[in-house]
């Protein structure tokens, strides 16, 4: 047991200093070939900073542990909602802008209501998974068309991240960041396999399925990223980023991490996870729609929302 926590702790980091890696080198790299900051933003820092939750996934259906990849997606859009825009708005009060609650928040929400869809017959099949990467390729395209018309600075990207590429003014040397690129690479890839045999390894020894581990224990440790930044704007009282940053990641969660995860191998879906926790999501997803509709959230219902993360987590162990 003890080794097992070891080796989450591990995974954990190798997850972040790998994307960090992954996504920094493959910046400056794209930088130094004269790529737009926009284009970086909405491709290399959108995918390099869902990297964890993509490998972790990938790395649970492939080792057939396909509760674990898709609890790690569910319980990641949980969390993003109720943990992270919860004790967010409690700390600070979150503004939201028109656009967010009028289109992105919507659109997740339907994008949630899809992948309840298609979880329906009991296989998220591959079919499915090439939607939700079609999709993807129409948010991009559409995220890039509505930046370049100047209807969104950058249309639900990793808004801390994307602001950091602006400040890249340093010499590359291309052959150094390729380096940094493939450790990146090679450290996500073990810290994503220690997460997912530790995670395993643990729910077996609590003896809780491994769709609860997924959902608590992987999902949190791959949005601590998330939590880092809203937290860090909100204390900076810039905590509109917060809520772009979260909306961002729930529909790349689905469509990419879903999507992809999909594509490679078939994501077996349990009556259970049909019946709750899919439909918790979904009802996490569309409660935070009223609860931001004057532009702000904060006060009881951001306790609101923490409170139930809470009492869902708790409920989880206990059921």
């Known amino acids: 047991m003890v080794l097992s926590v070891i080796f989450v702790i591990l995974g954990l980091l190798g997850l972040f ?3 960090d890696w992954l996504v920094k080198g493959a910046a400056r790299l794209a930088r130094s070939f004269g790529v737009p900051t926009l284009v970086i933003g909405l491709t290399v820092v959108a995918f390099g900073t869902s990297s964890p939750e993509l490998l972790v996934s990938l790395t649970a259906a492939l080792r057939g542990a396909s509760d674990i990849a898709l609890g790690n997606v569910i319980g990641s859009n949980i969390a993003n909602v109720g943990f992270i825009l919860g004790l967010t708005g409690l700390i600070f009060p979150i503004a939201v802008h028109a656009q967010v609650i009028r289109r992105e928040i919507p659109l997740m929400i339907a994008i949630s209501l899809v992948a309840f869809l298609m979880a329906a017959d009991g296989l998220i099949s591959r079919v499915d998974g090439l939607i939700f ?15 370049k018309r100047g209807d969104d600075e950058a249309l639900l990207v990793e808004i801390e991240e994307f602001e950091e590429l602006e400040s890249i003014t340093a010499p590359t040397t291309r052959l150094a960041e390729v380096g940094r690129i493939a450790l990146g690479t090679v450290v996500l890839m073990f810290g994503s396999r220690f997460m997912v045999d530790g995670a395993v390894t643990i729910a077996r020894a609590l003896g809780v399925s491994e769709i609860v581990i997924g959902i608590t224990l992987v999902a949190f440790g791959t949005s601590l990223p998330e939590l880092a930044t809203s937290l860090v704007a909100a204390l900076r009282k810039e905590s509109d980023i917060s809520v772009g940053n979260i909306i961002g990641s729930n529909i790349y969660n689905l469509l990419a991490i879903l999507g992809i995860t999909a594509t490679v191998r078939p994501i077996p879906v349990a009556p259970e996870i049909l019946r709750v926790e899919i439909p918790i999501m979904l009802a996490f997803s569309i409660l935070l729609w009223p609860f ?7 006060g009881w219902r951001a306790g609101f929302l923490f409170a139930s993360y809470l009492t869902f987590t708790v409920w989880l162990f206990n059921r």
């Open 292 to 298: 931001v509709l004057d532009k702000t959230l904060r």
């Open 17 to 19: 200093y790998g994307a």
């Open 133 to 147: 990467v079609a999709g993807l390729i129409v948010f991009n395209v559409m995220a890039y068309v509505l930046a």
